[in-house]
């Protein structure tokens, strides 16, 4: 009789089994889930590396230069990456009392990894002289 209870009572019950797949379930599932936050968050890491420098030359770009002093907006498209760019000229006369001080304001716009669209605002001050008037 012993041998015959020992032969039963061997092995996992079904019980047992089931609540270890819940177990794995869970923990595996929690895994997924942060490694795909992670790759979400390297692929728009990456994204915002590759452009900027694209948006950061908005502001050295020569042609921009007549824009510039006439404080035009300028708006350009980069194939590769992707990316629409834009330039723009705003008084800083709300800051500090100067005519000729101006807000550069380059911004960067992209389509992202998992259909989500990024902008890349960059800023800095800049001293644009108004042109002397001819007599």
Known sequence: MNS????LRSGFALVEVMMATVIMGFALTSLIVS???????IAQSHGIMVRLAPIKNMFVNPNNL???MNKEAVSDT???????????FDPAGELVDADELYIEKSTGTWEGVFGQDFVL?????AF????????
Do not use: C, G, N, W
């Open 4 to 7: 015959k209870d020992h032969k």
């Open 35 to 41: 490694q795909t936050s992670i790759a979400r968050k």
């Open 66 to 68: 007549q824009a510039k």
């Open 78 to 88: 980069i194939p590769d990456p992707e990316t629409q760019l834009s330039i723009t």
């Open 121 to 125: 605002p960059m800023s800095m001050v």
């Open 128 to 135: 644009v002289p108004e042109q002397e008037k001819k007599k």
